[in-house]
């Protein structure tokens, strides 16, 4: 399995963005695809995942509302989109996937997302 | 959420030297316990699974160990390209939740 995410982005506060996930060598609608972030000097941010064993997308508590993480099994391609942005949303995004949800071992090479 | 504790938040260390790092769950996650490598401009790189199943490809001299919420990962020999930052993440509970990330210097 490959992930590979689309290029960086500049927004202005209060817009959105929206970065996408091509998976290839495996089926989409077989892989658990989670979203993680790191702000400049910070740590690791777990965002949200959609697991395909039970259909259900989980969003993590703090990007309830704003964010949107959605799958086109016709091109193997997840899409996480980020609204309402602020400076703080200023970060890399990786998707990740592998074992399910229990491990993720298979990482994008992230996507800058600079809100200015 | 599930708190991930970990201990030290950075240490120094020099080559050749055994390294521990903890991390703690705030309610016993059984061994739902993963360990993440990050080097700068990198993406994470996954060490070990479930508490102490070595990933395909990385070092024996990486091990992990623990059960319920307290848990190590261990670098028998510090390598060079070791120096990192490294995090643990329980997938116990929904949401996913990471440590703060130990910092490994030189």
């Known amino acids: 399995v490959q992930l590979t995410q689309s290029g960086a982005e500049v927004r202005r506060p209060g817009a959105s963005v929206k970065v996408s996930c091509k998976v290839s060598?495996?089926?989409?609608?077989?892989?658990?695809i989670h979203w993680v972030r790191q702000a400049p000097g910070k740590g690791l941010d777990w965002m949200g995942a959609?697991?395909?064993?039970?259909?259900?997308?989980i969003y993590a508590q703090k990007f309830q509302g704003r964010v949107t993480m959605t799958e086109d099994t016709s091109t193997d391609t997840a899409y996480m989109e980020l609204s309402s942005l602020g400076s703080e949303d200023t970060a890399v995004y990786f998707c990740?996937?592998?074992?399910?949800?229990?491990?993720?071992?298979?990482w994008g090479a992230g996507t800058a997302v600079i809100v200015s | 959420d599930i708190q991930m504790t970990q201990s030290p938040s950075s240490l120094s260390a020099s080559v050749g030297d055994r390294v521990t790092i903890t991390c703690r769950a705030s309610q016993s996650i059984s061994t739902y316990l993963n360990w993440y490598q990050l080097k700068p401009g990198r993406a994470p790189k996954l060490l070990i699974y479930v508490a102490s199943t070595l990933q395909s490809g990385v070092p024996s001299r990486f091990s992990g160990g623990g059960s319920g919420t307290h848990f190590t990962l261990t670098i028998s020999s510090l390598q060079p390209e070791d120096f990192a930052t490294y995090y643990c993440q329980q997938s116990h509970t929904m949401p996913v939740t990471f440590g703060g990330g130990t910092r490994v210097d030189i």
């Open positions: 959609f697991d395909p064993e039970d259909g259900e997308r």
């Open positions: 990740a996937t592998g074992g399910g949800t229990i491990y993720m071992d298979v």
């Open positions: 060598g495996y089926s989409l609608a077989e892989l658990a």
